[in-house]
Protein backbone atom coordinates (compact mmCIF):
# COMPACT_ATOMS: atom_id res chain seq x y z
CA UNK A 1 0.00 0.00 0.00
CA UNK A 2 1.36 3.32 -0.99
CA UNK A 3 1.40 6.09 1.56
CA UNK A 4 -1.72 8.13 0.44
CA UNK A 5 -3.97 5.06 -0.80
CA UNK A 6 -7.22 6.03 -0.02
CA UNK A 7 -6.57 9.63 0.00
CA UNK A 8 -8.35 12.40 -1.80
CA UNK A 9 -6.06 15.19 -2.69
CA UNK A 10 -6.88 18.00 -4.43
CA UNK A 11 -4.63 20.66 -6.99
CA UNK A 12 -5.42 23.85 -8.47
CA UNK A 13 -4.02 24.88 -11.16
CA UNK A 14 -2.75 21.00 -11.60
CA UNK A 15 -2.63 21.55 -15.44
CA UNK A 16 1.00 22.07 -16.01
CA UNK A 17 4.46 23.11 -14.59
CA UNK A 18 4.13 22.43 -10.42
CA UNK A 19 0.80 21.77 -10.08
CA UNK A 20 0.38 18.85 -12.63
CA UNK A 21 3.78 17.39 -11.48
CA UNK A 22 2.45 17.57 -8.02
CA UNK A 23 -0.75 15.60 -9.53
CA UNK A 24 1.54 13.08 -10.87
CA UNK A 25 3.32 12.53 -7.64
CA UNK A 26 0.38 12.28 -5.57
CA UNK A 27 -1.09 9.69 -8.09
CA UNK A 28 1.68 7.71 -7.73
CA UNK A 29 1.41 7.98 -4.18
CA UNK A 30 -1.33 6.41 -4.28
CA UNK A 31 -4.45 8.87 -3.65
CA UNK A 32 -7.26 9.80 -5.55
CA UNK A 33 -6.40 13.47 -7.56
CA UNK A 34 -8.99 15.97 -8.96
CA UNK A 35 -7.08 18.47 -10.46
CA UNK A 36 -8.44 22.29 -11.67
CA UNK A 37 -7.66 24.49 -14.24
CA UNK A 38 -9.45 27.72 -15.68
CA UNK A 39 -11.05 25.38 -18.52
CA UNK A 40 -12.81 22.52 -17.57
CA UNK A 41 -12.84 20.54 -20.83
CA UNK A 42 -8.25 21.26 -20.43
CA UNK A 43 -8.08 20.21 -16.66
CA UNK A 44 -10.37 16.94 -17.43
CA UNK A 45 -8.33 15.67 -20.51
CA UNK A 46 -4.74 16.74 -19.06
CA UNK A 47 -6.24 14.72 -15.74
CA UNK A 48 -6.99 11.75 -17.94
CA UNK A 49 -3.37 11.27 -18.88
CA UNK A 50 -2.51 10.60 -15.19
CA UNK A 51 -5.53 9.13 -13.81
CA UNK A 52 -7.04 11.64 -12.31
CA UNK A 53 -9.90 13.92 -12.53
CA UNK A 54 -10.74 17.94 -13.95
CA UNK A 55 -12.34 20.10 -12.95
CA UNK A 56 -13.02 24.08 -14.18
CA UNK A 57 -12.01 26.73 -11.54
CA UNK A 58 -11.32 30.43 -11.72
CA UNK A 59 -9.17 31.41 -8.88
CA UNK A 60 -9.73 34.71 -8.79
CA UNK A 61 -13.35 34.32 -8.48
CA UNK A 62 -13.75 33.27 -4.01
CA UNK A 63 -17.31 31.33 -4.25
CA UNK A 64 -16.06 29.79 -7.43
CA UNK A 65 -13.04 28.58 -5.60
CA UNK A 66 -15.38 27.11 -2.31
CA UNK A 67 -17.89 25.28 -4.85
CA UNK A 68 -15.20 23.59 -6.72
CA UNK A 69 -13.67 22.46 -3.42
CA UNK A 70 -17.29 21.39 -2.17
CA UNK A 71 -17.87 19.57 -5.12
CA UNK A 72 -14.92 17.25 -4.63
CA UNK A 73 -15.30 16.65 -1.49
CA UNK A 74 -18.96 15.63 -1.93
CA UNK A 75 -18.31 13.46 -5.07
CA UNK A 76 -15.39 11.49 -3.76
CA UNK A 77 -16.81 10.96 0.01
CA UNK A 78 -14.53 13.82 1.63
CA UNK A 79 -10.85 15.64 0.64
CA UNK A 80 -7.41 15.06 2.66
CA UNK A 81 -4.97 16.83 0.81
CA UNK A 82 -5.42 20.70 -0.84
CA UNK A 83 -2.48 22.01 -2.74
CA UNK A 84 -3.74 25.46 -3.75
CA UNK A 85 -0.63 25.84 -6.46
CA UNK A 86 -2.78 28.25 -8.44
CA UNK A 87 -1.00 31.50 -9.06
CA UNK A 88 -0.09 34.48 -11.48
CA UNK A 89 3.23 36.15 -11.58
CA UNK A 90 3.54 39.79 -13.55
CA UNK A 91 6.63 41.76 -13.06
CA UNK A 92 6.85 45.37 -13.15
CA UNK A 93 8.56 48.23 -11.98
CA UNK A 94 7.23 49.78 -9.28
CA UNK A 95 6.39 52.88 -11.42
CA UNK A 96 4.53 51.36 -13.85
CA UNK A 97 1.68 49.33 -11.58
CA UNK A 98 -2.08 49.84 -11.40
CA UNK A 99 -4.39 49.20 -9.38
CA UNK A 100 -5.89 46.54 -11.58
CA UNK A 101 -2.39 44.69 -11.46
CA UNK A 102 -2.48 44.53 -7.70
CA UNK A 103 -6.12 43.50 -7.57
CA UNK A 104 -5.68 40.80 -10.10
CA UNK A 105 -2.40 39.35 -8.36
CA UNK A 106 -3.79 39.67 -4.81
CA UNK A 107 -7.04 37.89 -6.37
CA UNK A 108 -5.76 34.66 -7.74
CA UNK A 109 -2.58 34.80 -5.06
CA UNK A 110 -4.27 35.51 -2.11
CA UNK A 111 -7.89 35.51 -2.13
CA UNK A 112 -7.85 32.16 -4.58
CA UNK A 113 -5.44 30.76 -1.47
CA UNK A 114 -7.94 31.71 1.36
CA UNK A 115 -11.46 30.65 -0.82
CA UNK A 116 -9.65 27.43 -0.84
CA UNK A 117 -8.27 26.84 2.85
CA UNK A 118 -11.48 27.92 4.39
CA UNK A 119 -13.72 25.04 1.82
CA UNK A 120 -10.77 22.79 2.41
CA UNK A 121 -10.78 22.67 5.87
CA UNK A 122 -14.62 22.79 6.30
CA UNK A 123 -14.35 19.68 4.14
CA UNK A 124 -11.44 18.10 6.29
CA UNK A 125 -13.14 18.90 9.79
CA UNK A 126 -15.69 16.46 9.21
CA UNK A 127 -15.55 13.25 10.05
CA UNK A 128 -15.37 10.47 7.22
CA UNK A 129 -15.36 7.56 6.05
CA UNK A 130 -12.77 6.46 3.18
CA UNK A 131 -12.73 4.01 0.60
CA UNK A 132 -10.89 1.82 2.38
CA UNK A 133 -12.83 1.65 5.29
CA UNK A 134 -11.58 3.34 8.30
CA UNK A 135 -12.76 6.37 9.44
CA UNK A 136 -10.76 9.78 9.30
CA UNK A 137 -10.99 13.48 10.48
CA UNK A 138 -8.20 16.35 9.19
CA UNK A 139 -6.13 16.85 6.51
CA UNK A 140 -3.38 18.56 4.88
CA UNK A 141 -3.05 21.66 3.08
CA UNK A 142 0.17 22.48 0.97
CA UNK A 143 0.32 26.54 -0.10
CA UNK A 144 2.59 27.93 -2.60
CA UNK A 145 4.89 30.67 -1.60
CA UNK A 146 7.57 31.72 -3.04
CA UNK A 147 11.62 32.49 -2.40
CA UNK A 148 10.75 36.01 -3.75
CA UNK A 149 7.77 36.95 -1.03
CA UNK A 150 10.91 36.33 1.57
CA UNK A 151 13.67 38.10 -0.21
CA UNK A 152 12.13 40.22 -2.59
CA UNK A 153 12.61 41.01 -6.00
CA UNK A 154 13.06 44.02 -8.34
CA UNK A 155 10.22 44.62 -10.68
CA UNK A 156 8.30 42.20 -8.39
CA UNK A 157 7.12 43.78 -6.02
CA UNK A 158 3.50 43.17 -6.05
CA UNK A 159 3.61 39.25 -6.46
CA UNK A 160 6.44 39.20 -3.87
CA UNK A 161 3.64 40.79 -1.56
CA UNK A 162 1.11 38.51 -2.36
CA UNK A 163 3.49 35.18 -1.89
CA UNK A 164 4.32 36.70 1.87
CA UNK A 165 0.88 36.97 2.35
CA UNK A 166 0.79 33.35 1.35
CA UNK A 167 3.17 32.28 3.75
CA UNK A 168 1.54 33.83 6.37
CA UNK A 169 -1.43 32.23 5.80
CA UNK A 170 -0.40 28.82 6.05
CA UNK A 171 1.28 30.44 9.72
CA UNK A 172 -1.63 31.42 10.64
CA UNK A 173 -4.46 28.75 8.89
CA UNK A 174 -1.96 26.58 10.73
CA UNK A 175 -2.65 27.89 14.25
CA UNK A 176 -6.32 27.75 14.12
CA UNK A 177 -6.69 24.70 12.29
CA UNK A 178 -4.19 22.32 14.27
CA UNK A 179 -6.82 21.64 17.12
CA UNK A 180 -9.06 20.03 14.17
CA UNK A 181 -5.98 17.74 13.30
CA UNK A 182 -5.39 19.56 10.04
CA UNK A 183 -1.57 20.73 8.93
CA UNK A 184 -1.02 23.60 7.44
CA UNK A 185 2.82 24.26 5.36
CA UNK A 186 3.59 26.45 2.70
CA UNK A 187 6.57 25.42 0.18
CA UNK A 188 8.82 28.67 -1.11
CA UNK A 189 10.33 27.37 -4.59
CA UNK A 190 13.34 29.20 -5.76
CA UNK A 191 13.26 29.76 -9.87
CA UNK A 192 11.95 26.45 -11.55
CA UNK A 193 11.72 25.88 -14.77
CA UNK A 194 7.68 26.53 -15.66
CA UNK A 195 5.73 28.53 -18.23
CA UNK A 196 5.66 30.89 -15.36
CA UNK A 197 9.52 31.73 -15.31
CA UNK A 198 9.68 30.66 -18.82
CA UNK A 199 9.61 34.17 -20.25
CA UNK A 200 12.31 35.78 -17.36
CA UNK A 201 14.90 36.98 -19.23
CA UNK A 202 18.01 34.32 -19.90
CA UNK A 203 20.43 36.73 -18.11
CA UNK A 204 18.23 37.17 -14.79
CA UNK A 205 17.56 32.85 -15.09
CA UNK A 206 21.36 32.29 -15.14
CA UNK A 207 21.91 34.65 -12.03
CA UNK A 208 19.59 32.94 -10.43
CA UNK A 209 21.00 29.75 -11.15
CA UNK A 210 24.91 30.61 -9.82
CA UNK A 211 22.92 31.95 -6.85
CA UNK A 212 21.73 29.32 -5.68
CA UNK A 213 24.25 26.93 -4.06
CA UNK A 214 23.28 23.63 -6.37
CA UNK A 215 24.15 25.94 -9.05
CA UNK A 216 21.23 25.46 -11.35
CA UNK A 217 17.47 25.88 -11.55
CA UNK A 218 14.64 23.81 -10.60
CA UNK A 219 12.17 21.19 -11.73
CA UNK A 220 8.66 20.98 -11.48
CA UNK A 221 9.10 17.31 -10.04
CA UNK A 222 11.69 18.49 -7.49
CA UNK A 223 8.57 20.96 -5.70
CA UNK A 224 6.46 18.12 -6.45
CA UNK A 225 8.62 15.76 -4.05
CA UNK A 226 8.41 17.92 -1.29
CA UNK A 227 4.60 18.90 -1.53
CA UNK A 228 4.21 14.75 -1.53
CA UNK A 229 5.87 14.37 1.42
CA UNK A 230 4.41 17.33 3.33
CA UNK A 231 0.90 15.82 2.43
CA UNK A 232 1.21 12.32 3.04
CA UNK A 233 1.72 10.73 7.18
CA UNK A 234 5.93 11.15 7.16
CA UNK A 235 4.94 14.68 8.04
CA UNK A 236 2.47 14.00 10.39
CA UNK A 237 4.06 16.55 13.18
CA UNK A 238 5.09 19.45 10.69
CA UNK A 239 2.24 22.08 10.75
CA UNK A 240 2.93 26.31 10.50
CA UNK A 241 6.27 25.80 8.00
CA UNK A 242 7.81 27.74 5.11
CA UNK A 243 9.96 25.02 3.31
CA UNK A 244 12.06 26.51 0.71
CA UNK A 245 12.63 24.32 -2.41
CA UNK A 246 15.22 26.37 -3.76
CA UNK A 247 18.51 24.46 -4.24
CA UNK A 248 20.22 26.81 -1.63
CA UNK A 249 19.30 30.35 -2.98
CA UNK A 250 21.17 32.86 -1.44
CA UNK A 251 19.96 36.03 -3.63
P1 LIG B 1 2.34 27.84 -14.28
O1 LIG B 1 2.03 29.17 -14.87
O2 LIG B 1 3.08 26.84 -15.07
O3 LIG B 1 0.99 27.16 -13.75
C1 LIG B 1 0.06 27.90 -13.00
C2 LIG B 1 -1.23 27.13 -12.87
O4 LIG B 1 -2.18 27.96 -12.19
C3 LIG B 1 -1.83 26.77 -14.22
O5 LIG B 1 -2.42 25.49 -14.14
C4 LIG B 1 -2.91 27.83 -14.41
O6 LIG B 1 -3.99 27.40 -15.20
C5 LIG B 1 -3.37 28.06 -12.97
N1 LIG B 1 -3.97 29.38 -12.82
C6 LIG B 1 -3.36 30.58 -12.94
N2 LIG B 1 -4.27 31.56 -12.79
C7 LIG B 1 -5.46 30.97 -12.56
C8 LIG B 1 -6.77 31.45 -12.33
N3 LIG B 1 -7.05 32.76 -12.32
N4 LIG B 1 -7.76 30.56 -12.13
C9 LIG B 1 -7.50 29.24 -12.15
N5 LIG B 1 -6.29 28.71 -12.37
C10 LIG B 1 -5.28 29.58 -12.57
O7 LIG B 1 3.09 28.18 -12.90
P2 LIG B 1 4.03 27.30 -11.95
O8 LIG B 1 5.40 27.77 -12.14
O9 LIG B 1 3.72 25.86 -12.06
O10 LIG B 1 3.54 27.88 -10.54
C11 LIG B 1 2.66 27.20 -9.68
C12 LIG B 1 2.66 27.93 -8.34
O11 LIG B 1 3.98 27.93 -7.81
C13 LIG B 1 2.22 29.39 -8.43
O12 LIG B 1 1.46 29.71 -7.30
C14 LIG B 1 3.54 30.14 -8.41
O13 LIG B 1 3.40 31.44 -7.90
C15 LIG B 1 4.35 29.26 -7.48
N6 LIG B 1 5.81 29.42 -7.66
C16 LIG B 1 6.41 29.15 -8.85
C17 LIG B 1 7.79 29.34 -8.98
C18 LIG B 1 8.53 29.07 -10.26
O14 LIG B 1 9.71 29.41 -10.33
N7 LIG B 1 7.92 28.49 -11.27
C19 LIG B 1 8.52 29.80 -7.88
C20 LIG B 1 7.87 30.05 -6.69
C21 LIG B 1 6.51 29.86 -6.57
Do not use: C, W
Not at 24 to 37: F, I, N, S, Y
Amino acid sequence: MSELTGRVALVTGGTRGIGLATARALVEAGATVVVTGRDADRAEAVAKEFGGHGLGLEAADFDSVGAAVKQVAAEHGGLDVLVANAGIMESGLLGMVRADDVRRTLDVNVAGAVAAVQAASRAMARRRRAADGTERRGGSIVLLASVVGTYGAAGQSVYAASKAAVAALARSAARELGPRGIRVNAVAPGVIRTDLTAGLPAEVLDRQAAAAALGRLGDPEEVADVIRFLAGDAARYVTGQVLGVDGGLVP
